[in-house]
Nanobody
């Protein structure tokens, strides 16, 4: 069974940067969209950013201009570069992959931004 393996979370001060990575443990055929979601305590999971197989991107308004999503199709890997982090970015970040069949989800990686 293919799993999504996330890395790069951690604790950072406000204004700092982190880079999240998400790699599939095996081959996923027919990937259409790869993305990152986040869920803060007491809040619903929300889309942070997504990228299609052709490279079109979509960002939540709250992260536009600060976060950049990218992907390596050959490696089935998606990245999220997060700059100028704010305390309100604190959440568990989840990788998501859409392909034929059920969505794939990562286990989540904690991002904590201190003020």
């Amino acid at each position: 069974q293919v799993q999504l393996l996330e890395s790069g979370g951690g604790l950072v001060q406000a204004g700092g940067s982190l880079r999240l990575s998400c790699a599939a443990s095996g081959t996923i055929f027919g990937i259409s969209v790869m993305g990152w979601y986040r869920q803060a305590p007491g809040k619903q999971r929300e889309l942070v950013a997504s990228i299609t197989s052709s490279g079109s991107t979509n960002y939540a308004d709250s992260v536009k201009g600060r976060f950049t999503i990218s992907r390596d199709n050959a490696k089935n890997t998606v990245y999220l570069q997060m700059n100028r982090l704010k305390p309100e970015d604190t959440a568990v970040y989840y990788c998501n992959v859409r392909a034929p069949g059920p969505d794939y989800w990562g286990q989540g990686t904690q991002v904590t931004v201190s003020s």
